[in-house]
């Protein structure tokens, strides 16, 4: 130890009145806000019975043809899907609002300005950026105004200088080790690094690591909370019909010869070569 550098002795009750009371405000903030946007998070809307349906049959679709090549389906009972859906598709049974009509224009995507959807996600954006935005101005002037040139504790582990001006805002002192922390720096380190803990007690998908949510703009946050524009299912749907075609010739039955496999496979059978 140098001789210009002084010890400092900090009261235990900086401890138990000071950090102590920091700490425990931030972590019950965090789960405060967690699950005050749980209860700001409006349910989702149940579409309806023909809109699921149009989904549905485009997912029956994907699925045939994800397993035509090592397909667990009869070339009888595949065959019978996979001409059942062609001309479904063609027909635009599936489609919400019955078959396209000559002279119909495919629908446009709605202004976010007049759709209510997505006006109601942009607020709902909003509400949680305000959420999560307020606490902490609430707490940073709750720790300027009764803490501010507080110093908390001292790191246990020595650090450059280039730290200083991290670990010790509010402090105008260049001659002190920089190993110790302010109070105001003290809840900058809470701020990241209670993120580990949040995630846990609350899981990954938790809403109270705001220093990730503060830097998203609220309008960003409601457009990819709001439903995109409508899509047309019957350019989908035609689309979908020649990619069915073209999975019938890698059509591939599972229980192809599956007799003599087994037969083989035990050695009551020759094999072949």
């Known amino acids: 130890m ?17 950090l102590f009371p920091i700490t425990l ?15 700001l998070q409006s349910p989702p809307k149940q579409l309806p ?16 043809r994800a397993t035509s090549a090592n397909s667990p389906i009869p070339p009888t009972y595949y065959n019978s899907i996979s001409q059942h859906l062609s001309e479904a598709y063609t027909t635009g049974k599936y489609l919400k609002d019955g078959p396209p009509k000559a002279g119909d224009k495919p629908p446009a995507a709605p ?33 300027n105004f009764f803490f501010q040139g507080f110093v908390l504790i001292k790191l246990p582990f020595p650090l450059t ?31 990241f ?30 457009a990819a909370a709001a439903p995109q524009g409508p899509q047309d299912y019957n350019k989908l749907f035609k689309a979908e019909k020649d990619n069915l075609e073209f999975a019938e010739g890698l059509y591939k039955w599972v229980g192809a010869d599956v007799e003599e ?12 070569y």
């Open 49 to 64: 019975r023909n809109a699921i349906r149009e989904q549905r049959a485009l997912a029956r679709s994907q699925i045939l």
């Open 193 to 222: 690094g209670l993120n580990g803990l949040y995630r846990i007690v609350l899981g990954n998908d938790n809403s109270a690591d705001s220093s990730r949510d503060m830097t998203a703009s609220p309008f960003a946050v409601g």
């Open 2 to 18: 140098s001789s210009n550098e002084v010890s400092l002795y900090l009261d235990p009750q900086i401890r138990d009145w000071v």
């Open 111 to 143: 202004n976010p300005m007049t759709d209510p959807a997505a006006m109601d996600g942009m607020m709902s954006g909003m509400k949680t950026q305000m959420v999560m935005m307020v606490p902490q101005m609430v707490i940073m002037g709750w720790i």
């Open 161 to 191: 200088l280039g730290f200083k001006s991290m670990l010790q805002r509010g402090i105008e002192t260049p001659d002190m080790d920089v190993r110790w922390v302010s109070s105001l720096s003290w809840y900058f380190l809470n701020f």
């Open 261 to 272: 496999r087994v037969l083989r496979r035990y050695g009551k059978l020759a094999p072949t």
């Open 25 to 39: 405000v931030m972590i019950l903030v965090g789960f405060l806000r967690h699950y005050v946007v749980v209860l």
